[in-house]
């Protein structure tokens, strides 16, 4: 036995404000679960049938006594409730230009890619300081990616994104649990997270590594020269995809002249659809759009995109998320 | 059989000279006594099974290893363990026992309005008791019992269907017994039983059962189309079927968290019981109690989201949902407040019965605050399917329900059997309860912060010391459980004859005798006093009659 903490380290920037809120329920629940006890404690003593006292007068009701301990409560619990809800407004809103890393979950293990490509399996390198962004979606069932010294977490879906966001602030190694049982090995779907200086997350990052694919094959190891001369190997590999391997490009053109839209700066806006519905485009938005394009048709175009269901991996859909939304970024700069 | 003989021509008295005949007089009865009795062994026998996969699962966590049990057997065991103590234990538990037996009484009914169909409901009870074992025992299942999809509709291959059928049967006894009681509530009460006449008990039952015929229908048609989805390939739930995963969820919880009210709310009822007789007075505020039952009873339909808030749900409802948990919190707190304004200026004693009330008190108190904490989806983010919310929800429903079920169980013993258990022993394991509950269940607190993910087999060594000490309060535990069971069986046979009111409390079913005649009243009571109508000065005389050597 190591060490007997009894309370998580603090390693994100949330961790300091959920540590406050909690101690602040602490505090109220020991006026109520604390004092509550030795009241009644007195009054079992006080009044036990062996002692004597005065038992004459009885109330049976009051109605300024309901009221007040009706109002008191829940006063109080009105007020933790408008702390903790701008603090989880917060939790749920990534600022922008956060550095955005993919992950996928799957029966047991967490598998990770970085921008530029870099993958890693049961670990999430990260550097501190810097907001970070996972987007995340799962192979098979429902998982849960759960950093406890960062105090986040949030379930891993199939067949949808969910995202979540923190910025680390200690350098250190710690817990990543799956936290939705999902069979087996859920207690084995463990792994590690190691915050680093962003100097070290960088060379951390262009180091080749053995690339390991979700489907547990290995791939050849990226050359570390060929990642900075080509820039960004996610986007890079969803843009081949998009021009030739998934024929996407014959119709989306950037000229606009295709049979469907320009793809261009789509993601983060507003489309509208046939129906004359607005709707945000986001990264479950284009999901669907590529595997169930009948669903949401923008308006001015022909319901004639053929379905990529079944033909595109996770994996090659983050590739061609992270594609997309380069494409945005190039028109925003 | 007894060493003294029990007063007149009572309901566990049988003409029957043959076996056969015994066997059609107890398991085709239809007296609301009887079938209460059958509910409380078989209901009795679920518990000590769920005990024993809950002691295999502590036995397990001592060390962070996995080496007692394989982790597909682990996974069995507390899906064994939770599917039993919710589905087969805490939410028939007082309802069908203490219920069954007291609503009839407390109203001054002969029966139930549908004795038959109390009979059928315990018929059905046991074939789904029956379903549930039969899968545990041909391979058992692995979903955990709340069955998250699509996990359990494609991807576990255990035995979810014959399960989710146990479950589904289930769910029809307790929509008999509901209906049962809200009619005999609405139909049968005696002349003079005005509403605001009844017993607490009655109001929680009443609250319970309107739980129990509006939600119990759509967890089982939840059941059916996960099963719909399994067999069939069906795409409901499945997103690789183009169903939604988040869809179960919501039917599921829909249903499960006012489940979590089926199981508190009669103990709400039992405790406002056991307070007032204790204290001998009125319970302070009782038309507070009443409605906040029927408020808990209305939001409790309105805030399952809480257990969604990290599924993916959106940030808006989130916030609606956590408002809504606030809320949901007073009714409760209010019971809490009253209860303890009982106590000023009653004549308080420590019978054993009252010792289950003051514990249900401390611990449900600790069960709802810590509720508050996870209503608020900053905090919850971190301890959701963590330790914490185990303890959270052990300190409601073993701290609230278990405890007001036990005290329940002694405080109307004498009536039922006719005879009083040992009163040093109840005061006794009443105690090492007490103790072991907080030892097993506190330290799950700490142990979740730190975030020990729930449902894990293998652990990591830096919380191997608190979990070794929640696995020795739960052998503490365990012996607080196992001796009441020794001494209640025991004292059907030397237990002194309890008379008609051994408490000397109010209530109609205290004014027949014990244990009561078949048909309850021989005359329909006519009812002319509030409940708890105890005299003015009742504490008073209480007190001045006690003499050293008096009961405590
Ligand atoms: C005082 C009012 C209560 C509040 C505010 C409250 C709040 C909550 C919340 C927010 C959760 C979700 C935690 C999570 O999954 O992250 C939860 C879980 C739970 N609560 Fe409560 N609760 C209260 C009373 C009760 C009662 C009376 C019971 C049962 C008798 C109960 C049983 C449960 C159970 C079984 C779970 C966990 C279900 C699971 O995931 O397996 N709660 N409670
Ligand atoms: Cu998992
Ligand atoms: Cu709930």
Redesign the interface.
């Known amino acids: 036995m190591r060490d007997f903490p009894l309370f998580p380290e603090q390693a994100s920037t949330f961790a300091g404000p959920v540590d406050a809120l909690y101690w602040t329920l602490v505090g109220l629940s020991l006026i109520f679960g604390g004092v509550l006890p030795f009241i009644i404690l007195y009054l079992m003593v006080r009044y036990h049938r062996s002692q004597k006292a005065d038992r004459t007068n009885q109330v049976h009701s009051s109605l300024p006594l309901e009221l007040t301990w009706t109002v008191i409560p829940l006063v109080l619990v009105l007020a933790v409730f408008f702390w903790g809800a701008f603090l989880y407004i917060e939790i749920r809103n990534p600022p922008d230009r956060s550095l955005e890393i993919y992950v996928i979950g799957k029966q047991w293990m967490w598998h990770v890619q970085h921008p530029n490509g870099k993958r890693e399996n049961n670990e999430l390198h990260v550097p501190i300081g810097q907001p970070v962004r996972l987007v995340m979606t799962s192979q098979d069932v429902i998982h849960s990616f759960y950093i406890p010294a960062f105090r986040v977490k949030q379930d891993v879906l199939p067949g949808r994104y969910t995202t979540m966001w923190f910025e680390a602030t200690e350098p250190g190694e710690y817990h990543l649990f799956c936290a939705e049982y999902c069979g087996t090995e859920h207690s084995l779907m463990v792994g590690r997270v190691v915050a680093m200086r962003m100097a070290d997350y960088e060379r951390w990052l262009t180091t080749p590594g053995e690339i390991i694919l979700p489907d547990g094959s290995t791939g050849g190891a990226v050359a570390s020269p060929l990642v900075g001369a080509i820039g960004d190997p996610m986007v890079l590999a969803g843009s081949q995809l998009f021009a030739t391997g998934l024929g996407c490009a014959s119709c989306h053109r950037n000229d606009g002249l295709g049979i469907g839209p320009n793809l261009e700066g789509i993601y983060g806006t507003e489309v509208r659809l046939d129906n004359g519905e607005l709707v945000f485009a986001d990264e479950n938005y284009l999901r669907e759009s590529i595997l169930n394009p009948a669903a949401k048709v923008a308006t001015g175009y022909a319901n004639v995109m053929p379905t990529y269901d079944g033909q595109v991996s996770e994996d090659q859909m983050n590739q061609l998320l992270a594609y997309l939304k380069s494409l945005g970024a190039a028109d925003a700069e | 059989m007894a060493t003294t003989a029990l007063p007149g021509h009572n309901y566990l008295q049988d003409d029957a000279s043959t076996v056969g005949a015994w066997f059609k007089s107890w398991f085709l009865t239809v007296d609301h006594k009887r079938i209460a009795l059958l509910y409380l062994l078989s209901i009795n026998v679920f518990f000590l099974l769920g005990g024993l996969a809950a002691t295999v699962i502590r036995v397990e966590l001592i060390t962070p290893q996995?080496d007692l049990l394989s982790?597909?057997l682990y996974?069995r065991a507390f899906t064994l363990h939770g599917i039993i103590m919710v589905f087969f234990f805490l939410i028939p538990g007082t309802p069908a026992v203490l219920g069954n037996f007291l609503v009839p009484l407390m109203i001054g009914a002969r029966d139930m309005a549908f004795p038959r169909l109390n009979l059928f409901s315990w018929y059905l009870y046991m074939a789904g008791g029956l379903f549930a074992l039969t899968a545990a025992i041909f391979g058992g299942v692995?979903t955990?019992w709340t069955f998250?999809t699509?996990?359990s509709s494609?991807?576990?291959n255990s035995n979810v269907i014959l399960t989710i059928a146990g479950a589904f049967i289930m769910g029809f006894s307790s929509i008999a017994t509901g209906v049962n009681f809200i009619v005999t509530i609405h139909t049968m009460r005696a002349p003079g039983m005005t509403w605001f006449r009844l017993p607490l008990f009655i109001w929680s039952s009443y609250a319970t059962s309107l739980i129990i015929v509006l939600a119990t229908p759509v967890v089982g048609i939840t059941l059916l189309l996960v099963a719909i989805e399994r067999i069939w390939g069906v795409g409901i739930f499945?997103?690789?079927l183009g169903g939604d995963?988040?869809l179960f969820q919501h039917l599921f919880w829909f249903y499960s968290h006012p489940a979590v009210y089926i199981m508190i709310l009669p103990g709400f009822g039992v405790i406002s019981e056991l307070i007032a007789a204790f204290?001998r007075?009125?319970?302070?505020?009782?038309?507070?109690i009443a409605f906040s039952s029927m408020a808990i009873a209305l939001l409790g339909f309105l805030v399952w989201g809480h257990h969604m808030f990290?599924?993916?749900q959106s940030?808006y409802a989130?916030?609606v949902f956590?408002?809504l948990t606030?809320?949901v919190?007073?009714p409760s707190?209010?019971k809490?407040?009253?209860w303890?304004?009982t106590?000023?200026?009653?004549?308080?004693?420590?019978r054993t019965p009252m010792l289950y009330a003051?514990g249900f008190?401390?611990l449900f108190?600790?069960g709802g605050?810590?509720g508050?904490?996870l209503?608020?989806?900053?905090?919850d983010?971190?301890v959701?399917?963590?330790y914490f919310v185990v303890a959270h929800f052990h300190y409601v429903m073993v701290g609230g329900a278990i405890m007001a079920y036990l005290g329940g169980i002694h405080y109307w013993w004498p009536k039922m059997t006719g005879r009083m258990y040992s009163e040093v022993w109840g005061g006794i394991s009443a105690l090492i309860i007490f103790v072991g509950f907080n030892m097993t269940f506190f330290p799950q607190f700490?142990v979740g912060?730190?975030?020990m993910?729930?449902?894990?087999?293998?652990?990591?060594?830096?919380f191997?010391?608190l979990h070794v000490l929640s696995s020795a309060g739960a052998t503490i535990l365990a012996i607080g459980f196992i001796i009441p069971i020794i001494y209640l069986t025991l004292s059907l046979w030397t237990g002194k004859e309890a008379g008609n009111n051994p408490w000397d409390a109010t209530g109609l079913e205290w004014q027949v005798s014990s244990p009561p005649p078949t048909h309850n009243f021989l005359e329909i009571p006519v009812v002319t006093t509030e409940a708890y109508a105890y005299a003015?000065?009742a504490?008073?005389q209480?007190?001045a009659n006690?003499r050293?050597g008096?009961p405590?």
Do not use: C
């Open positions: 996995g982790a597909d996974n692995d955990g998250y699509p996990f494609t991807y576990a499945d997103p690789a995963p988040l204290s007075k009125r319970v302070f505020g009782y038309e507070f990290v599924s993916g940030v989130g916030l956590s408002f606030m809320l919190a007073i707190a209010i809490i407040f009253n303890t304004a106590l000023y200026k009653g004549s308080i004693s420590y003051l008190m401390g108190v600790i605050l810590t508050i904490f209503g608020i989806v900053a905090i983010i971190h959701t399917d963590t700490v912060y730190l975030g993910p729930r449902r894990y087999h293998v652990y990591p060594e830096e191997q010391v003015p000065d504490a008073e209480d007190a006690w050293p008096s405590l």
